[in-house]
């Protein structure tokens, strides 16, 4: 009988236990801590590290399955002269050998696909602390997945609480995706470039074009270089308890990408050996203003652009890709921007380019 009563209570504890398995939820949202943990949400999707890189101090967040986190634990303490105390992030795309999956990043700056790259971000502060809240982007030379990236480092600071600054000095301000920016420059073995918004927000959506395409046209960054991640998050110098991603999307289109948009080319005029083609009119034609455009169109063989104005042209083949520049990405619904280029070709040939197309 005591082999009975064992044998019913083992199956008893086993049914117990699995009872308790079952009731586990699936992809549970988990509360980091250690200074380099990580984990992966939405199916690996996209992947949150607590990333506690410039300090010793505490710190954890609690990691929600939508895409964002909150961070709950944070005693950091550092001097506002210096660096801050960690990052943590949630991002897309590779870092340090950990990757998220379906980004298709690495991706070269002048790939056609570049262009329609999008990401969105909604963010929740506190009152108090010395933080950033900002998006950081890296490019490489190289499909680097591994390692420091060594091209450039593009911040976007949507809002920051204490006295912080980027790495550098400001060079500039600007107005993009939306907004007017300060904006920044240094260099710590690869080029900072940091974007400093004018008036605070707790989101944005845009492309990621929108804000390369300003780095190039001030020569701290290159179209043959790689995207290899993008990352949003914050910069804690002093706390940090309550700063939060509400929710956090990276892909091609975006969550709120402004409809479509139609490009027209006009031959202005042409000779034996060459044309100019002005304007090139583009047009929003969606319903919800467009941040950023990418116009392609083919380049027939034997071409050569000389030169171009009023957009940022890069040639793969036969494709020329063109990006809006840094004065004209905005487009409210129906409303216009125009660029135009010039080209040389052999003698006795009269083609132009054709086929173009607009995202």
Not at 199 to 217: K, Q, Y
């Given at each position: 009988m005591r082999n009975a009563h064992t044998h019913l209570l083992i199956g008893a504890i086993l049914?117990?236990?699995?009872?308790?398995?079952?009731?586990?939820?699936?992809?549970?949202?988990?509360?980091?801590?250690?200074k380099y943990a990580s984990t992966t949400v939405q199916n690996g999707r996209y992947v949150v590290i607590n990333n506690v890189w410039g300090a010793d101090t505490a710190q954890c967040i609690d990691v929600n399955q939508n895409g964002g986190f909150t961070v709950t634990q944070a005693a950091h303490?550092?001097?506002?002269?210096?660096?801050?105390?960690?990052?943590?992030?949630?991002?897309?795309?590779?870092?340090?050998?950990?990757?998220?999956?379906?980004?298709?990043?690495?991706?070269?700056?002048?790939?056609?696909?570049?262009?329609?790259?999008?990401?969105?971000?909604?963010?929740?502060?506190?009152?108090?602390?010395?933080?950033?809240a900002a998006y950081d982007i890296w490019f490489d030379p190289?499909?680097?997945?591994?390692g420091q990236n060594t091209g450039a480092e593009i911040m976007v600071w949507l809002n920051r609480m204490g006295s912080i600054q980027p790495v550098g000095s400001q060079i500039g301000t600007v107005n993009l995706a939306g907004g007017t920016w300060q904006v920044w420059y240094g260099n710590?073995?690869?080029?900072?470039?940091?974007?400093?918004?004018?008036?605070?927000?707790?989101?944005?959506?845009?492309?990621?074009?929108?804000?390369?395409?300003?780095?190039?046209?001030?020569?701290y960054a290159q179209r043959s270089w790689y995207l290899t991640s993008?990352?949003?998050?914050?910069?804690?110098?002093?706390?940090?308890?309550?700063l939060a991603v509400n929710s956090f999307s990276f892909g091609s289109g975006g969550s709120n990408s402004g409809g479509g948009c139609t490009a027209a080319a006009t031959t202005q005029s042409q000779w034996q050996g060459g044309y100019v083609i002005q304007p090139v009119t583009v047009t929003n034609t969606g319903s919800a203003t467009k941040n950023g455009w990418t116009v392609t169109f083919t380049l027939p063989a034997g071409h050569t652009i000389t030169g171009s104005w009023n957009a940022t042209l890069s040639v793969s083949g036969s494709t020329v890709t063109a990006r809006n520049a840094g004065g004209n990405g905005t487009l409210a619904p129906n409303a216009s921007t125009s660029f135009g280029f010039q080209a040389t070709r052999p003698g006795g040939n009269s083609q132009v380019p054709s086929g173009y197309t607009c995202a």
């Open positions: 049914a117990l236990l699995a009872g308790c398995l079952v009731a586990a939820p699936a992809q549970a949202a988990p509360v980091l801590c250690d303490n550092k001097p506002t002269n210096g660096a801050p105390a960690s990052y943590p992030a949630v991002y897309a795309g590779c870092h340090y050998a950990t990757c998220s999956t379906g980004s298709n990043l690495p991706m070269q700056a002048s790939s056609p696909s570049f262009g329609s790259l999008r990401t969105a971000v909604s963010m929740t502060y506190p009152s108090g602390g010395v933080w950033d190289t499909p680097r997945t591994d710590i073995g690869w080029n900072v470039i940091s974007y400093v918004r004018t008036s605070p927000t707790a989101s944005m959506d845009f492309t990621i074009d929108t804000f390369l395409s300003d780095a190039i046209g001030r020569g993008v990352q949003a998050g914050f910069e804690p110098w002093v706390g940090g308890a309550g």
